[in-house]
């Protein structure tokens, strides 16, 4: 339940006598200023946020809370009951004209029409946040978190990353870096740079391009289409307030008015909350290394949490040429990573090994989608156990050492959010490699369950 990518700055006073007090008192009165231009912007252009009952209308149910909290850690911003709400009772809805798309970003900006959704939206986000009071959006962008309060894993700095030495994360978390990088170059290039007086360098540069990729990355959702229109990636006012957690079944959709033109973005309640209670909503079923580079959180108890595991032919396999030539006429490689789950591998994944593994008799069967033979499923057992046991020998830490720092509950609170984070995903994932290997040896005994 956690996003941890806004809220009102700290004060660095805070502890230090009545300046200080004072200084803290009005930060915290202007983020609750923001919040109250927002609702009232939101009530002015078209979203009921009365405390009264209305025609056909619930009292709007909703407060926004500047600093929430799960699992011990500061979430940010979030949605509180103000009132109880009852399971299925939609909580807001929100114009879809109020919320950042692509069709409002070529409307407003004159963008080509094959930009794809995201670099779209990121040149409006940056435009809009240039233009300060003269932005329609501005109660919205206000709440928006700065360049400091957005901390995904791909803007950490390399010694944060250095504690997740071992990890696959690092990689993917280079690459999605690079690939921002790479799409700024091109896009200062065959846009920014032509028409530089609407795209000024000082303002359309690769920081506020990070910003807008982080915003989104962490904001944005993908609404589903109506009858006649596709799916389309939206910011959403007020609906990206809601945090997450794995367990919520709640998700924001795009509606259309009976009998009107008007759509709307919904979400409803997925059970019962009390007055006060945290409202959630759910990011996806995603493993904790998608939510560290892309929201800088990992959630402890993540039943969709996977690490993803390399594995492949040996060179020494007799058949290794044999293989490599019949992956490569069906396009495959000859290593390929999977994701591996507390509970389970993927059925592709046996698969693969069943067929790296298989000698030639075995190879001759050529079907792999159930068990071959004992000795095949056993190899296959090995393979995977080699495969985990390299998996956690690449960490500097063992998962011993992880379990002691994390208990050590005065000592880890000291720590640095990122610093926190990063423990905290790379004890997620060797508790999956352990428990995979665990559950491995548990059931050699009986091969033909062993994967079954």
Not at 24 to 36: A, C, F, T
Request: one cysteine or more.
């Amino acid at each position: 339940a956690i996003r941890m990518s806004d809220g009102p700055p700290v004060s660095p006073f805070a502890s230090k006598g009545k300046g200080g007090a004072s200084l803290e008192k009005s930060l915290v009165e202007i983020e609750r200023e923001k919040n109250k231009t927002l609702q009232d912007w939101l009530g002015d252009n078209g979203v009921y946020m009365s405390d009264r009952s209305g025609w056909g209308k619930a009292p709007h149910g909703l407060v926004i809370s500047n600093e929430t909290t799960d699992e011990g850690e500061p979430c940010g911003r979030g949605l509180l009951a103000k009132r109880d709400i009852t399971q299925g009772e939609p909580i807001f809805e929100i114009p879809v004209e109020l919320c950042l798309t692509k069709a409002k970003a070529v409307e407003m900006l004159d963008l080509p029409e094959d930009l794809n959704e995201y670099i779209s939206i990121a040149i409006l986000l940056i435009s809009e946040r240039n233009k300060g009071s003269g932005s329609f959006f501005k109660p919205y962008i206000d709440i928006l978190p700065s360049d400091e309060g957005l901390n995904p894993m791909f803007r950490w700095p390399a010694e944060d990353r250095e504690l997740l030495r071992g990890s696959p994360v690092i990689a993917a978390a280079k690459s999605l870096e690079e690939k921002l990088t790479t799409e700024y170059n091109e896009i200062n290039e065959s846009l920014f740079k032509k028409r530089r007086k609407e795209f000024p360098e000082e303002i359309y540069n690769c920081e506020s391009w990070e910003w807008a990729f982080a915003v989104l990355f962490s904001r944005a959702v993908l609404l589903d289409p109506l009858s006649y229109e596709d799916q389309e990636l939206a910011l959403v006012p007020y609906a990206d307030l809601l945090n997450h957690n794995p367990f919520c079944s709640a998700f924001i959709e795009r509606q259309k008015r009976m009998f009107s033109k008007n759509k709307f973005v919904v979400v409803y309640a997925d059970r019962n909350y009390n007055k006060m209670e945290q409202i959630y909503t759910t990011y996806g079923q995603k493993a904790n290394s998608e939510f560290a580079i892309l929201y800088g959180f990992v959630v402890d108890r993540n039943p969709y949490d996977s690490i993803d595991v390399t594995v492949g032919l040996s060179s020494d396999d007799p058949l290794y040429d044999v293989k490599v030539d019949y992956l490569k006429r069906i396009g495959k490689e000859e290593s390929i990573a999977f994701p591996i789950y507390a509970d389970r591998s993927p059925v592709e994944m046996i698969e693969f090994l069943r067929f790296c593994v298989a000698d030639e008799e075995e190879l001759g069967i050529g079907v792999f989608n159930r068990m071959v033979t004992v000795k095949n499923e056993l190899s296959v057992a090995n393979m995977l156990v080699a495969c985990c046991e390299e998996a956690l020998a690449a960490y500097s830490t063992s998962l011993e050492d992880d379990n002691a720092l994390m208990s050590d509950r005065k000592m880890y609170t000291m720590l640095g959010k990122n610093a926190r984070m990063a423990i905290k995903l790379r004890r997620a994932e060797k508790k999956i490699l352990t428990r995979t290997i665990a559950d491995i040896e548990r059931r050699r005994t009986k091969p033909k369950d062993l994967f079954s």
